[in-house]
Structure formats: C-alpha cells, structure tokens
C-alpha cells in the first residue's frame, strides 16, 4: 500500500508537471496577448511592453516557466505586491490576487456542491438501483428505469434554470442558489445555498447511478457465487449486501471516484448556471480573461482532482476486490 | 400423465431420507413456459449415493437447485412433493429452508472459482456457514474451517485458511468448496458436476474424499453429472433424466451394464471406456436435445431414437411411455420406452457386450 | 479596444446589444432627434453644457420623494476590474468609482439626463488661459477623506501623477499625453514614487489651487480630468500596487467589505460633507454588490421581485434579448426599468489598406442590411440606425445620412451593385469578421450580411474569430479581414475622443483602435487643427463637418446602430434613472424606499 501512494504520487506530480508545461505553451500559441487587458483603451508598444514585464511575460518562456516553478516549490517575490511564499501559483493578471488564495478560497464551494450532491445521487441513485434490480421485471423497476432514462437526458442549464425560476422565485419552496461563508460559518445558509444546486444536480446524476446499480446488481445477483451464498443458507439480506453488492461496488466506485473529481474540478457549467463562485468559475474567468496564473492554478486544480481521484478509485478498487493487487 | 410408478432406488422401500414425487418445475418466459422438470420421483436413503445423469438441460440441476428452495421464485411454479426427513421442502418458508440449506442440505456446484465469492477469504466463506447455522463465534468459526480443511485435504490449512479463492488451485478450490458444503455435517449432501472442470487425477481425488466422507458421516450424495465414467465410480444407484424426465432408474451396475432405455444406451455409446478397447469408435447420440417449451409428444427422446420406428403404430410419437420394470430385469431397474424386452435383447445386444465392465 | 473583453464572454446569454460598452465618461450632446425613431425609451437626446460656479456649489439637488436610509443591493455578473481610480477606465468600474472617487470636475445630471459638466473637487470647471495652454482649478473647503484628514491640492496632483506610474497602465493618457507633449509620457515622468513631482502641474496649498500647464494648447482639459483615471488619492494612504484593492474615499461612500469575485460591501463615510458636492445625494445607508449571475438570472430575479431582490438593482449588465420582449410589454415591468442608449457607436471598420477603391467601400455601406440587422437584436427596442460617425450625444453632433440608410435600413443593394460595376469590382471577394461566442446574434447577423454582400455582387468570406483573441487578432495592422465588427465609445462627450483615436493615421499600430487603418493626409491635419480649437462653437462646428467629410470622401466604416440599454430594478427602489454617461443607473441618486 505504501508503496503503492508514493509510486502513484510521484507519477501525479509528473503529470502535473507536464500539464502546467503543456497549458504554459498552448496559453502562448493561442493568438492572444494577455497585456492587452491592462494595457488601456489607447495601447502604445511602449505601455504594452510596460505591462509585459509588469506582468513578467516579456522573458522567454522556458524563463518564464522556470520562475513559475521556482515559485510554486520556493516562492517568489513580486515588485509592488510582495513576497509570495511557497507554494506559489503566482498573482492573478487581472486583479493581482495570489492565484493560491483564490484558489483556496474558491475551493470549499466546489468541495461543497461536490460531495453535497454526491451524498444526494449515491443515496438516490444506489437506492433506486438497488430497488429495481431486487424488484426486477415489476412496476418499481420498470418506474425507476424509465425514469432514468429521462434524467440522464437533461441538461443542467436548463434544469437548473427552470429549477430557480419556479422553484425559487415563483413558489419559493426552495431557497435561491447563494455562495455562504461556508459550512464552519453558518451551517444553516451554506445548506440552504446549496440545496437546490445538489438537489438539480443529483437529478442528473441519479438517472445514471440508478442505472448503473441495477444492472449490475442484475449481473452479480445471477452470478455463481451469490447462488452459493444463498445455498449455504445465508438471508437474502446478508446474500444481497455482503455478497452481489459488494460484487456490484466496483464499477459504481470506479465511475463515482471519476465523477467526482471531474466535480472537484470545477463543475463549470452548475457554477454558471447557479451563480455560485467556485473553482469552474474561476476557470471560466481564467480563460475569458487570459489569466496565464489563474489559468495554471484552476487547470492544476482540476488535473489534481482527476489523479487524486483515480489513485483513490484503485486503493478503493483494491479494498472492495482481492483480486487485484496495489503495486 | 400420471407415473406412479413408484420405484424404490432401494431394496426395502419405505423411510427414504429423501423422497421425491412427481416434481414438477415450470419456467415462465417471454416465449412461454418452459417444463423443465416435468413429473420426477426418486428416493435416496442415507448413506447412499444417487447419480443424476443427463446431457444439459435435462433438467438434472433444476431438480436440485428446487429441492433447496434456490430457484428463481419469481418466475417458476413448483408442483409435485419434495420429502426430507419427512419434511415437505417445497411448501417450507424460506425461513425454513434457510434453516436447512447449508446445514442438514448442502450442495457443491461445478466452478469453484464462479461459485466461491472471490472477495471473502475460503475461511471466511467457510465459517460464515458454520456461523450461521451453529451460532459459533468467529474464533470457533475460524477454527473448524481450518479443520475442514484440513480434513478435505489442504495443506498448511491454518494458513491457507486466509486466502482468496483466487490465490488457490482449481482442485484446492474444489476442496474448499467440499470443505464448505461439508461444514456442518450435512445429511444430504448435492454435488453438481462438481468435477468437471478438473483434470482426471483430480477428480479421482475429489471423488475418493467424497466417499471417504460418505463413510465417515453418512451422509446421502446426489451426484449430478453427464459423464457415465465418473457415475460407474461413484454411485450406488443412477437415474437417467431426458427432457425433464426420468427415463431410466436403478441399481449402477444394472443401468450401466444393461441398459434398458435406448438414451442411456446412446449415453454409453458416446462415452470412452477407460477399460474397454481403444478402439471403439465413440458414437455421440445424433440430435440435439429437447426444446422444453415446445417438448415432443409422446416419448420424448422419440425424435433422436434409432428404434423409434421399431415400435409399431407411432406410438413413441404419440403415448408417453411409463417407467417401469422390464421382464428379465430386477424390480427396481425401470425405464420409459416402448420397446418390448424382446427387442431390446435383439438391438441392444452387442453394446452390452463391448461396453462397460 | 473599445468594448470590454469581458463583454463578450458576459454577453453569451445576453444577446446582441447587451454587450457592455466602456467608457470612461461620455453623454449626451446634442439636442437632436434620433434618427429612426424608437419605440421603446426616449428619443430624444440630452444636451450637455458647461456649468456654472454656482452649479459647481453643493449639496446637489435633492431626489423628489427620497428617504434617507436602508440598503441598495446591486447584481452584476462580474466584480469590477479595478478600483483604483487610476487603473480605471472601462464604465462599469465607474458606476461604483463614481461612489468614493472625485475629480477636479463632473457631470451633474439634472432628471431626464441632461447634464452639465460642473467643479467636483474644485469650485468651478476651471480657468482656461493662455490659448488653452494653462488651466487653474481651485479647491472646495471641506474637503476630506474618508478618515477625516484634509483632501488638498497635492492629494490631487498625487492622483494626476500616479497615471505616469508604471503599474496603473490601466488607465486614460490624455492629460498625462497632454502634461509632456509626448505619447512616451512615462520616459519623461515616472510617477511620484521617486519624489520628484511633475513640473507643469503647480500647486498652492494656501489658495487652493492647482494649475496645468499644458505642451500643446487644449480647450477640453476640464472635461478629461472629469475621467476617474484623474481622481485625487490621498498622499499619505497610497499604497501604490495594493491601493487598487482598498481605495480611500473622497465620496459619500466608502469600500466596508471586498470578497473579490463574489461581493462588495460600501457604507456611509461620514467624513463626506454633502455641502461640497453638488453632483451626488447619498440616501441608502449602504450598497451592497453581488457579482456572479449573469444578466438573465439577475432579470429573472428583478421580475420575481421578493425578498432583498425589492431592493435590487441590475449593476452594469442589463435586459438581455431573451427578457426584453417580456420586459417592455408587462407594465408593470416596464414601470420598473430604466434605459437609454450607451454611449458609444456600434460599426463595421473597413479595412482601407486593402479595401482600397472607395466606390467599394461606398457599396458596402449601400448594401448593408442595417434593419435586417437590428432585427436580430431584438428591433428597435435594441437601438437606433446609426448614420455618422459621431454619436448622438456628442456636443454639436450634426446628423446626416450619406448613404440613405435611414430611407433604405434594409440596405440598397442595386446602388451597391451600380457602384462596384463601375469601379470594375463585381464579385469582389469580402472578408468579414466578427468575435463568435460573444453572442448568438453575430452568428446571425453574419448570414443576412452575406446575403445582402450576394445580392450586391460581392463574394462574401465569413472568417469567425473567437472572441477572446478577436481584438488582438483584428488590430493587427497586416490582418487578413476586409470588414470588421467593432464598437467605440468617446471618453467624454466631444467628437476629438471619437474621431482622433479611429482616423488619425497616425496611430496606426499593431493593438491601436484605428482598425480601419485610415490614413490620409487631409483627415490627418484637420484632427490636428480641429484639436486646437479652444472655442467650444467653433470646434464643435469643425468637428460635425469632419464627422460628414469622413464619411462621404472616405467611407471607412459602416454606422450600424447606437444599441439601447434596458436594466430593472426592484419594487422598493426609488430614483432609478439611466446614467448617459456610463450606461447604467446612477447609483448615489437611488434611494431605498419603505
């Protein structure tokens, strides 16, 4: 096990690396020049090479990468703002906040939209899975598939959208989307800021989880060893949990763990849609406003979110099947 | 329809252990109902060891998989009187029969490696039964697994008591099947081809272990398989099942050396003798088997039957033919066929001769 | 670049014509009728004159009806860029700026938006002499910052100098221009951090003045130092980098709460003495900003009106197209919003380097289907046809229509046609761009702009560029395009901040805005002489005729519209009027009501 976190590790931060590399030359490819924002209605090559190095992008762009990773592993100081300690993502271009605390700061929302809804689509979706697969072939199942079915075809936009207007702001049963002081602060507004936003998009997500559940639950209730358990006079409760389900766990585990690390990284769109400032808004901002900082640090964020979230689905993977082994 | 014919796998017939009377087990499909054991009886006493013989799909496994309730309740109807001890299992709760299952029944299926959770340790698996039906804790739970394994022959049993099926050998996971199956010293014990996936130095070992057990508790086998080579080992008595039914019953050495029923024949036919000469051509029965849903008239086997057209006016095609005694053979040796004994001596003659010893 | 880059990406769900124009400052001028007449908000256009010492002299006209207290919440989707004022520029950092910024002068905007440049800071719009060549303001007593102590003379000049620092690169270049007679202004002054102060700005702490000596002689000093980019920051407060996060108040309010992106929290300050402020009132005890949802949520949640939302306005970001309909035909709806047209001028720039005949530039603007157009944005409630250069509310704007885009909207295409015959161009291939993912509604337009470029025997080309490349791509002076989407608004209402920046070949630059790339020696010297021009008449009179020379010798762009704005505010807003110089409401005239 321990061999396998340092091993898996390493290669994270190798892929880190390599894609911060890789975001630092496609932001230079593109056919844009992030000093033209801070550059003034009325741009002279003089002002324009003031902002360049200003903003430190008149170096050479190895050097400029170079400083970048120096600052992320040293830190780095900046003139006119200050020393930025290690780890430093640098400050952002447009508002010259330090792209660490935007970050940072940023983050909790993610983290709670992300697994306040996970908790809503795993509790809904696994129980709705496993109902019809144990009900197979009857009402309960034929409901909830089809039901499923017309989940997985919404859309958050508009979902969400339509969600606010009349759930909102013409009948008011639930609460308006807003960003709180977060959890620690107010538990009351962070739940109630939040409710809606895991509740439209656990609807999506359920569909698939209620999908995925029943059939594979379908699959490992008719395996071999399930049929053994129940002949060695096990209940049907203990043959279901201990046995098809723990069979079933893998793939659900497999596709959750990807789920939510493409939520941690930014659920761009549910952000958008909810006016909630998380990091898929920041990632929005990045990339509208050239931020070459910001855009690092979010790009980081969610690659990070993306390994972390696979080396935990293989140590998880590992735990539910000993057949496979952590190396 | 009625095959009352009622044919003790005994000598003296009366308390059987296990009593089976016109079983009935119906599939409901999309396509229709499937019969896939239609009108079974059997009796088989403790100690004794039933071979249940058949090509897939005659229904051999569905009769056991009913006799311990493990059928899909949703979608099959049971008809008929399954007897264990003098008690009724097809009308028993599921309470009831979990009670029982694993317990004073047990069954072994065919892939050890399909059939054992491969995310639970053998001794968990092995415990858990014992556990369950005995109310062990799982220090005594532990403790007897290491003892049926080492009993069912695994070496290093207190160590190998902790690993996965997966970390184990096709034979060893087999043992530890046995091992589970055997945990709380069943009376009736069901093995579904539990050999056939293995080599055949191994499958003598399973089945020496087997009757090494048998002797030891008493136990009452059925012993599922479509190869007459390992039944002619093992069995005491052998039932030979076609279509859901019952062709041809009685003692091995009877069904094995004169054979009444032209499928066991074919069965024989198509089988290699280890002791016979080598050079006997194998003759496969041509045919396929039965569709249960839409199952022939009269004789099932009637569409594959070399002597179909020996018995005069059709009658294979149109009368189902009752299981009974044939002249010249003893009480309990009964089959369903409509050749007359005298026929059968005159067609039947030289596989006798060839075959089995 | 004219329009914010945020603009675009702000605009997705916002449509044609809510994309947010930047100015610093710019209004109405004009008393002119609009040309096309629209349907929806006024058509009239507001005059803007210079006041007087006693128009400069405070406290500003109450708001009929207002109550003091309460809370403003204002809902925008985006935080402001920048909130120190010498890094500002772009509008919708003024609406906020106009709170805790104050210049040496501003518009004081009578209801109905008519507007009169009057003394913030100072006392009146300043003494011009010397040909226009020296400029002596002087200071209102009681002055203070927001921590009590004295705003003075240095505390201006502080905030004139800072625009030569390196870091505020942000803002306006005029009078930084203007001070050293050079583009390269910070070669020659390089901010007051190295203690050395800027020769031409003299300052007399006891009588309260501050005078300009300017290089080059101009009549309009006092109407570029209204910018916030020439807003006075205290000497003693200046944090340099780190004072654009926390500015020191000269206004009525001042920055309580920052959380950058998400919200803004400004309070009374109580140092604000309203006795020297004839611009602004100061009713709600505070105003709160919201940023994050976009302009249909934001309307979404003006129309449902509950809660804290009664007491909303939408920041900078209005009705988008999807709501407008909704909008101006529910009355009760309609009572609630405010609109008037941005300030700027929406066009098409020609590329003259390689669109070189002018017949053909004359049939572009013959053919082009300015109705169909407009139709796309949403009909007239989305603008008015424009026809001139200058917009409408630009001091002494004469209106003409060269090429009968008022008779024909729809476009002329068999002039169109005629014309390219005759100059031997038909089928002449025509590259047109515009920024895609702004906003559906180029997506759309670009098809009735293809067909009509057919109809008139052009071979139109549709090269998209993305949008957050779009201006680097098209200020490239070796560009590939024929006809460029583009906009521009004046930074303060006269024609030199409109036509200067777009057809003085001189500029000509990679990232300089004269897109067209027009340069041509007697447009170039009439800037340089109309720019001279001390007399407002005069001036005003060179500059009209300029605008109509351009147009019909030159051709190098196509008038499209001067785009309206729609925002709402909640049931219990009170004194919500349209700003005409920053397009969006004024924020000190709103009050809170019970």
């Keep these: 096990m321990f061999r396998f976190i340092a091993r898996r590790t390493l290669s994270a931060l190798l892929i880190l690396l390599v894609i911060s590399a890789i975001t630092f030359v496609l932001f230079y490819v593109a056919p844009r020049d992030p000093a033209r924002a801070a550059c003034g209605k009325v741009c002279t090559p003089q002002t324009l090479a003031l902002v360049r190095h200003n903003l430190g992008i008149d170096d050479p762009l190895p050097v400029q990468y170079w400083h970048w990773l120096v600052g992320v592993f040293a830190g780095r100081d900046y003139q006119g703002l200050g020393h930025c300690s290690a780890p430093c993502l640098g400050y952002s271009f447009t508002n010259h906040e330090p792209v660490l605390g935007l970050i940072t700061d940023r983050f909790p929302t993610t983290l709670s939209l992300s697994l306040g809804s996970t908790v809503v689509f795993v509790a809904f979706g696994v129980g709705t899975g496993m109902l019809a697969a144990v009900k197979q072939g009857r009402a309960l199942d034929k409901i909830a598939s089809s039901a499923s079915l017309v989940g997985s075809s919404l859309q958050i936009y508009i979902v969400g959208v339509v969600a606010m207007y009349y759930l909102s702001d013409e009948w008011h049963i639930l609460p308006r989307p807003q960003d709180s002081a977060g959890f620690t602060q107010d538990p009351a507004a962070w739940f109630k800021g939040l409710l809606l936003p895991w509740l439209v998009l656990a609807l999506i997500f359920t569909a698939n989880y209620t999908r995925m559940t029943r059939s594979q639950l379908v699959e490992t209730l008719n395996e071999d060893y399930v049929r053994t358990a129940r002949a060695k006079g096990l209940t049907r409760r203990t043959v279901f949990f201990r046995f098809a389900w723990r069979g079933a766990m893998g793939p659900i585990v497999t596709i959750l763990g990807l789920d939510l690390g493409y939520l941690l990284g930014g659920a761009i769109i549910t952000e958008e849609t909810f006016g909630l400032h998380g990091i898929g808004a920041l990632s929005i901002k990045a990339v509208r406003d050239n931020d070459l900082p910001l855009l690092l640090g979010v790009v980081l964020v969610a690659a990070a979110a993306i390994v972390v979230a696979n080396i935990v689905v293989d140590a998880v993977y590992a735990l539910i099947d000993p057949r496979i082994r952590l190396a | ?357 | 670049m004219s329009l914010s880059r945020r603009n675009f990406v702000i605009a997705t769900s916002v449509a044609a014509g809510g994309s947010m124009v930047l100015s610093a400052c710019s209004s109405g001028g004009g008393g002119d009728t609009a040309g096309s007449g629209s349907s929806a908000g006024t058509t009239k256009y507001s005059a803007v004159t210079i006041g007087t010492k006693d128009d400069s002299t405070g406290p500003a006209p109450e708001v009929a009806g207002a109550k003091k207290g309460g809370t403003i919440h204002a809902i925008g989707p985006d935080d402001f860029s920048h909130l120190d004022p010498q890094r500002i520029y772009y509008s919708w950092n003024s609406t906020v700026a106009n709170l805790y910024v104050r210049c040496l002068t501003g518009y004081k905007i009578a209801p109905g938006g008519s507007m009169k440049l009057v003394g913030d800071l100072a006392t009146d719009t300043g003494t011009m002499s010397d040909g226009g060549k020296t400029w002596t303001f002087t200071l209102k007593d009681g002055l203070k910052w927001e921590d009590g102590s004295e705003l003075t003379v240095d505390d201006v000049r502080h905030g004139i100098e800072r625009g030569f620092a390196s870091f505020t690169t942000e803002g306006a270049t005029y009078v930084q221009t203007w001070l050293t007679g050079s583009t390269d202004f910070r070669s020659v002054y390089k901010g007051p951090y190295g203690g050395k102060h800027l020769d031409s700005i003299v300052t007399d702490t006891a009588k309260k003045t501050i005078t300009f000596h300017l290089k080059t002689p101009r009549g309009d000093l006092n109407w570029a130092l209204a910018m916030h980019s020439y807003g006075a920051v205290p000497v003693k407060h200046d944090t340099k980098e780190k004072y654009d996060k926390d500015p020191v108040s000269a206004g009525p309010y001042r920055i309580k709460q920052h959380s950058v992106d998400k919200s803004m929290t400004l309070v009374r300050n109580t140092h604000w003495d309203p006795k020297t402020d004839a611009i602004r009132t100061a009713y709600p005890d505070s105003f709160t900003f919201e940023f994050g949802p976009e302009g249909l949520q934001a309307t979404d949640r003006l129309i449902a009106d509950s809660g804290t939302d009664q007491y909303a306005v939408m920041a900078y970001s209005g009705v988008p197209a999807e709501r407008i309909q909704k909008v101006i035909s529910t009355p009760d709806l309609k009572s609630r919003t405010a609109n008037g047209l941005l300030t700027g001028l929406y066009y098409y720039a020609i590329n003259c380097k390689r669109v070189t005949d002018l017949r053909v530039r004359q049939a572009l603007n013959y053919a082009w289907p300015l109705e169909q157009i407009r139709k796309i944005y949403g009909g007239p409630s989305a603008g008015d046809y424009a026809t001139t250069i200058l917009s409408p509310d630009i001091a002494g704007r004469v209106k003409y229509d060269a090429y009968g885009k008022l008779t024909k909207p729809q476009g002329d295409t068999a002039k169109a046609k005629a014309l390219l015959k005759e100059a031997g161009k038909l089928g002449q291939k025509i590259v047109y761009t515009y920024p895609q993912g702004a906003s559906d509604a180029y997506d759309k337009t670009k098809v009735v702009i293809a067909n009509a470029l057919k109809e008139a025997g052009f071979d139109p080309v549709v090269k998209p560029v993305e949008s957050t490349s779009y201006y680097d791509q098209i200020q490239q002076i070796d560009n590939q395009f024929d006809v460029m989407w583009f906009g521009w608004s004046p930074d303060w209402p006269a024609a030199y901040t409109l036509i200067q920046p777009l057809f003085d070949g001189t500029t000509i630059a990679n990232g300089a805005n004269n897109v067209s790339q027009l340069n041509v020696k007697w447009v170039n010297s009439a800037i340089k002489k109309d720019a001279a021009i001390t007399d407002t008449v005069k001036s005003e009179a060179a500059w009209a005729a300029l605008d109509k020379e351009i147009m019909q010798k030159e051709a190098p762009i196509i008038p499209e519209t001067y785009q309206r704005r729609f925002y709402l505010y909640g049931t219990k807003v009170g004194g919500a009027e349209f700003d005409p110089l920053f397009s969006a409401f004024i924020l000190y005239k709103l009050y809170a009501k019970s």
């Design chain 2, 1 to 357: 329809m009625s095959t009352h014919t009622q044919v003790s796998t005994h000598t003296q017939a009366g308390a059987a252990f296990l009593s089976v009377r016109d079983l009935k087990v119906h599939f409901s499909t999309e396509d229709g109902v499937v019969r896939a054991v239609d009108g079974l009886s059997f009796e088989l006493e403790r100690g004794r060891t039933l071979g249940i013989v058949g090509e897939s799909g005659s229904g051999k496994s569905v009769t056991n998989l009913a006799i311990l309730g493990l059928h899909d309740r949703g979608r099959t109807a049971l008809d008929g009187e399954v007897l264990l001890d003098g008690k009724e299992l097809l009308t028993a709760t599921e309470r009831e029969l979990e009670r029982l299952r694993g317990n004073k029944m047990s069954m072994i299926f065919q892939d050890a490696l399909a059939s054992l959770s491969p995310y639970h340790t053998v001794g968990a698996q092995i415990g858990e039964t014992y556990r369950k039906h005995t109310g062990a804790s799982r220090r005594e739970a532990r403790a007897r697994a290491v003892e049926m394994l080492r009993r069912v022959g695994i070496p290093q049993p207190d160590v190998r008591v902790d690993d996965y099926p997966h970390q184990f050998s096709g034979g060893m996971r087999q043992r530890a099947m046995i091992a589970m199956a055997l945990v709380c010293d069943p009376e009736l014990l069901i093995a579904d081809e539990p050999t056939t996936a293995l080599d055949v130095t191994v499958q003598a070992q399973i089945m020496d272990l087997l009757r090494d057990l048998q002797q030891e508790f008493g136990t009452a086998i059925i012993f599922i398989t479509h190869d007459l080579g390992v039944i002619s080992r093992i069995a005491d008595d052998v039932l030979v099942m076609y279509g859901g039914r019952c062709v041809e019953k009685g003692g091995r050495a009877e069904v094995l050396r004169a054979p009444l029923h032209p499928y066991t024949l074919g069965l024989l036919g198509s089988m290699p003798s280890l002791d016979g000469p080598v050079d006997v051509p194998l003759s496969p029965i041509p045919g396929t088997p039965p569709s249960l849903l839409t199952p022939p008239q009269g004789c099932r086997f009637h569409p594959r039957c070399a002597f179909a057209e020996k018995v005069g006016g059709g009658l294979c095609g149109s009368n189902r033919p009752l299981l009974e005694p044939s002249e010249g053979h003893s009480e309990r040796h009964a089959a369903a066929c409509h050749l007359t004994p005298e026929q059968r001596r005159e067609y039947f003659a030289d596989y006798a001769a060839a075959r089995v010893n």
